[in-house]
């Protein structure tokens, strides 16, 4: 039987201390949890073991092969850029080795869930209908990027999160980078009339970002006692967190690298939409092309699933 390919866990790497060891910690449950799988995971920048010793980890280990993971929830540049550039610098090193790279995290069903729960702690466990959540907005807060299009993959994490779920909205803010910053975000909501916020950090694990978002909103809030404001927690080494890696390790090693199956109401059963799944989709015409007089018709709006 031929081994299966090592799982390389790619990550950003913080100062703080606690967080980097939280990654840590999880890419040893991970290993714990797959014991016929070797696992071994490193740093892009900042702290250690950078991710050349964890390959190096790997090769020692006899690893001809391995899938890498980035345990990031959006494709900035370090995604795109930092780590297939580490990867190609290590084959370079390593010759004989062979690797084929995941996909991050991104918002998927699994993890909205996490922040749903997250969001449920945060008030006390008071918003778990609906009809609770219609007072409540929602501050989710990101990393920031010099990256448009990661920026953009929070705001879409934002929509997801409110559809179906019956909260009152769901704004966006970033840590750094990009605006609006977090008491910009928290004026936003209130203009939009928020009178209860939860702020809500798009982060796996603590960190000086985290802790960072949390101090501010807090500043924030004292200087504005009539709106009530609530922190909410990452999302934590979670067993939905844990499952979803081992999700993008198989796609990476069946060379499964889907585009936004993970979000298509076809597909998955999302909040609200759940009737929607496995319908049957028909090519799509619009009302002014009858398919005769131009040429051309648009049966090509079928979806591409």
């Known amino acids: 039987m031929t081994t299966p390919p090592a799982l390389l866990i790619a990550g950003h790497g913080t100062r703080d201390e606690a967080g980097a060891e939280a990654f840590r910690d999880f890419v040893r449950e991970l290993g714990r949890r797959h014991p016929e799988l070797p696992v071994a995971g490193g740093f892009i ?44 610098r290590e084959k370079e090193r390593h010759p004989g080795i062979s690797y084929t790279y995941g996909r991050p995290l991104g918002p998927h069903p699994s993890l909205l869930r996490v922040l749903e729960r997250r969001l449920d702690e945060a ?32 705001l879409k994490a934002a929509r997801l999160l409110w559809e179906g779920r019956g909260y009152a909205g769901v704004e966006t803010a970033f840590v750094s980078l990009a605006a609006p910053d977090v008491p910009s975000g928290l004026d936003r909501c209130v203009l ?18 985290p802790e960072r978002v949390r101090a501010q909103t807090q500043g924030w809030a004292e200087a504005h006692p009539d709106v009530e404001v609530f922190s909410a927690d990452v999302v934590g080494p979670t067993e939905e967190l844990l499952d979803l890696v081992m999700e993008r390790y198989r796609e990476a090693v069946a060379g499964d690298i889907r585009m936004n ?19 049957p989709q028909q090519p799509h015409f619009h009302p002014d092309d009858d398919g005769h007089h131009h040429g051309h018709h648009h049966s090509s709006h079928a979806h591409a699933h």
């Open 45 to 88: 920048e900042l702290s250690p073991p950078p991710l050349g010793e964890a390959v190096t980890e790997l090769v020692e280990r006899g690893v001809k092969r391995f899938a890498a993971v980035p345990l990031m929830l959006v494709s900035a540049g370090h995604a795109k850029g930092d780590i297939p550039a580490a990867l190609a």
């Open 261 to 279: 199956c993970d979000t298509c109401v076809y597909r998955v059963a999302l909040p609200g939409f759940e009737d929607k799944v496995g319908m």
């Open 192 to 209: 939009l009339g928020a009178r209860r916020i939860v702020v809500l950090p798009y982060f796996l694990f603590t960190g000086i970002l």
């Open 123 to 154: 008030l006390g466990g008071t918003s778990r209908t609906p009809g609770d959540r219609a007072d409540v907005t929602v501050l989710l807060v990101g990393r920031g990027s010099t990256d448009p299009d990661a920026n953009a993959e929070v």
